[in-house]
Structure formats: C-alpha cells, structure tokens
C-alpha cells in the first residue's frame, strides 16, 4: 500500500519551519541541525521525507556557494599516488614510456591521453576519470 501525501500536514511543516534560501552560517547550522533530527525520526511521514528533501537541497547550495571543493588536476592526482606508495618519476617510465612523458605529465604541461590514463589507472589500481580532463 502507498502512503498518501497529506498536503495539509507539508503545509504546517512549512509554516512551522519556513523554509527559504540559506544566507548565513548560522542559519546553514540550524537547517542541518533540523535536517539530522528529521533523518533520525522513525517512523518518518511522506510528508516529513518531502521536507527533508527540500531542506537538504538548500544546504547543498548554501555550501557549494560558501565552499565550493576545489578541483584536483589530473597531474596532482599522479603525484598524490606516487608519494603514497614511495615512487619516484623513473617508476613510472615503464608505465608511460619515457622520461619525458612522464615529467611532461608531472608538470602539468600535457594532458595524459587516453591510454596512458587506462595504464596508470591499472598500474594504481584506481578509476581511470582520475587522469582525464573533465571537458
């Protein structure tokens, strides 16, 4: 059976609670203050899912807005993995075939294609996406 979606009950939630836009820090800390003790009520109504939806979604522009995750380069990427496992950039010759590719690659002076992108995401074992340049 399918719970039915009680309009009245969403409407006092958003009376009660009014939803709007987050512009401040503060308010951003009550509305994840208010969306933690909706996701931890069981049983939660339809109604009160709908509204924890739309309260997460403004969250979620309030912080891409206020901090924003910066982007990681592919080269970054090449480097954090090598300093993880100890590895100089004549390990990775093998891999991409020449010094100078390599050095290239590490500089951020060229892309890495798309097979050396399969190869170094065989030789890490990570995803490939991790070398590729998001168009």
Known sequence: MTPTFDAKYYTE???????????????????????????????????????????????????????PIPTVNYSSMVQHLMEARDLEESDLIPILGSATVVSEILMNERQIKHDEARKLAEF????????????
Request: avoid cysteine; charged fraction near 35%; aromatic fraction near 8%.
């Open 13 to 67: 939630l958003l009376v009660r609670y009014q939803p709007k836009p987050i512009a401040t820090e503060a308010e951003n800390e009550r509305a994840i203050a208010l969306a933690q003790e909706l996701e931890h009520r069981s049983p939660r109504t339809v109604e009160e899912d709908v509204f924890l939806e739309l309260l997460l979604v403004l969250i979620e522009k309030f912080e891409a807005e206020n901090y």
């Open 124 to 135: 890490f074992r990570v995803e490939m996406d991790l070398f590729l340049e998001s168009e």
